[in-house]
């Protein structure tokens, strides 16, 4: 089997599961009950939250754990905008974000708020000078994504967060869940950082939300007042140790693995735009782990339908948006609609390797010709 849809999910490690596994049938008391298997629950807990903000180097951050990237970012936008609605209610976003971004900030427009959407340049890149011109006196949010899940583009998160911090009060969000572990970035100046655990070999329903300590945010889940009030539910503390310890072993092997998935993405490039009717869609200064390519004319589920029969893995749009087969938004976004839906992305992990790129070149060149014999 060959699984290049890492972008969707990775696959768990497996000293991570034995972690998982012992904790959820060795510490499975409640972390809130006040006996003493609650406070072992609770102290293991405590130490993965300490662990990830290490890792993180998340200095002057609290730790929000959630039920994954969606849940924090739903957590980010709303319980900013509910929070600060009386010194204003404008947010700024990209067209490029994930979906649980840019429906909540459909829903808080429904709700009164006022939301600038930035359209990026045609790589897919967000203009930290458009962005900054769209700040006002009554902006209370900026959310931007770290890297695009689609595409790969990068975003200049850091030089926005030092422009941002140096001439406004207005909080920073940045959706880091593509780029945890494969691309650095400093959090100093950022306020609050999506991240989730299956992205990178940790198991899913596990997602944490990193905000500065000096910010109070409405909670948008009520009940029993877990997380400092901020998220209430019971919190789900395998899933938590076991994102904290996939976290540390992505982050000790990070300069290794991305250095090999640079490689590995570059040679699917050259090789795959040198077959007949391919256009690269991403940009040549991409994450190391993502390239999205098109092939007009040729459905994408067709390709991925063959490629599968093979047991080759591969996908078109985010996973939250391809079972409603749209087009892909970062390409609408970006202009090209022409090869938006006709769009394939190619995501690794740091289980790929150099063998199963060669792999699936091969079978890419025998399908497409395949397929231009069968009118596709």
Do not use: W
């Not at 993180?56 to 730790?63: E, L």
């Amino acid at each position: 089997m060959i699984y290049f849809d890492n972008s969707a999910t990775t696959k768990p490690r497996q000293e991570v599961m034995d972690t998982y596994l012992k904790v959820a049938t060795t510490y499975f008391a409640n972390p809130n009950s006040i006996h003493p298997l609650g406070h072992q629950s609770r102290n293991l807990m405590e130490q993965a939250r300490k662990q990830i903000l290490d890792v993180m180097k998340a200095r002057g951050k609290q730790a929000y754990f959630t039920s994954g990237g969606t849940e924090a970012n739903n957590l980010a936008l709303r319980g900013i905008a509910k929070s600060f609605a009386n010194r204003g209610k404008h947010i700024i976003t990209t067209a490029m974000e994930h979906p649980s971004i840019l429906e909540s900030a459909e829903a808080l427009k429904a709700e009164g708020f006022t939301i600038t959407v930035i359209n990026p340049d045609e790589t897919g890149k967000v203009s930290v000078e458009e962005v900054m011109a769209a700040v006002r006196e009554d902006t209370i949010l900026v959310s931007v994504v770290h890297v695009n899940s689609e595409v790969g583009t990068i975003n200049h998160i850091e030089e926005l967060a030092d422009k941002l911090k140096s001439s406004s009060t207005t909080y920073l969000h940045v959706d880091h869940v593509q780029g945890v572990t494969k691309v650095p970035l400093c959090l100093d100046d950022i306020d609050l950082v999506t991240i989730s655990s299956h992205k990178f070999h940790g198991v899913k329903g596990s997602g944490c939300l990193l905000v500065n300590e000096s910010i109070r945010m409405e909670a948008q889940i009520l009940g029993g007042g877990q997380e400092e009030a901020v998220r209430s539910g019971t919190e789900h503390v395998p899933g938590v140790v076991a994102m904290a310890k996939a976290l540390r072993l992505a982050e000790e092997t990070r300069e290794e693995t991305t250095a090999r998935l640079r490689e590995i993405n570059v040679f699917l490039e050259e090789k795959l735009s040198l077959m007949d009717g391919v256009i690269i869609n991403s940009p040549t200064d991409r994450a190391p782990h993502i390239l999205q390519f098109s092939i007009p004319n040729l459905k994408p589920e067709v390709l991925i339908q063959a490629l599968a029969e093979r047991d080759i893995y591969v996908s078109t749009t985010t996973a939250c948006a391809s079972k409603h087969q749209k087009p892909s938004q970062a390409l609408m976004a970006m202009n090209k609609e022409k090869l938006a839906s006709s769009a394939i992305r190619v995501s690794l992990s740091s289980f790929s390797t150099m063998e199963e790129a060669d792999c699936f070149i091969v079978v890419m060149q025998k399908l497409l010709k395949t397929l231009a014999k069968v009118g596709r």
